[in-house]
């Protein structure tokens, strides 16, 4: 058996990490820009790492028809009691499967997909090559692959407003991190992870940036009201499609279409 890493993270990250303006900013601007790109609904969508369904769910309340994959027993077990928490109409459009990234297409029984999310997942593997041959290929002709990973160019923007000088000047040049959550990551480019796709079928379409004043802010001490989520999330979707806004921001969504 393999241990489950997110078995004592999942409360956090689910309940905490996912509740806070962050968070729903996070799940709020993810969403906009998804639907931007996706077929309309009732098309089927695979989520490839998909935890607790923050941002999955949220498609099946708009009435697609939704798989969410996961490696973790403990995320999925709280995928499952976020879900009862649903109107039945929701919860018969979602499906939950306990299987690796690596796994996704034999997990699904080679079933293709309109969309194919993996968000913040490949930071968190040495070699995600993997990962990026099983989303690629559970995408149908014409299909969306949807990846959200660090941003490898904004790496010294946490530790600077942390002031943690040093580990800021040493982050220009990193590619990894111990992030929020204490385990080890790894950040990417826009041009290389779309090289990737592009490798594997997938052009790239858009790219967004996800996070950008409310990191520096959080990073930098403030606490953020939630009587204002709406008009950060407002002004982040904004900043996310602009640069130099979006250079900046912590992660990156790239968006990319199987020919």
């Known amino acids: 058996m393999v241990d489950d890493t997110w078995a004592g993270l999942a409360d956090q990250f689910a309940d905490g990490a996912y509740a806070t303006v962050k968070g729903r900013v ?44 996961d490696p973790s027993p403990a995320m999925l077990e709280k995928a499952g009691q976020r879900l009862e928490r649903l109107p039945e109409e929701v919860r018969r459009r979602v499906k939950l499967v306990h299987a690796g990234g690596e796994n996704a297409v034999e997990a699904v029984s080679g079933r293709r997909f309109a969309g194919v999310l993996c968000h913040g997942v490949l930071g968190y593997l040495d070699h995600p090559e993997p ?95 939630p009587a204002d989520a709406e008009r950060v999330a407002a002004v982040e979707l904004e900043a996310g499609r602009r640069d130099p806004y979006r250079q900046l921001s912590r992660v990156f969504h790239l968006l990319g279409r199987k020919g």
């Open 26 to 69: 996070r799940t709020y601007v993810l969403h906009r820009q998804l639907l931007e790109h996706l077929p309309a609904p009732p098309a089927p969508v695979l989520d490839v790492g998909g935890g607790a369904g923050h941002q999955s769910f949220p498609l099946a309340q708009a009435e697609y028809e939704v798989t969410l994959l």
């Open 131 to 225: 990962v990026l041959d099983q989303l690629c290929r559970s995408a149908e002709s014409g299909g969306v692959v949807s990846i959200m990973a660090g941003n490898a160019r904004a790496g010294a923007v946490r530790p600077a407003m942390e002031r943690r000088w040093e580990d800021a000047l040493a982050a220009f040049d990193a590619r990894s991190e111990i992030g929020v959550l204490g385990l080890p990551t790894r950040a990417d480019t826009v041009e290389e992870l779309g090289e990737q796709l592009r490798e594997r079928g997938v052009e790239p379409q858009r790219w967004y940036g996800v996070w950008l004043f409310v990191d520096w802010l959080e990073f930098g001490g403030a606490e953020l009201d």
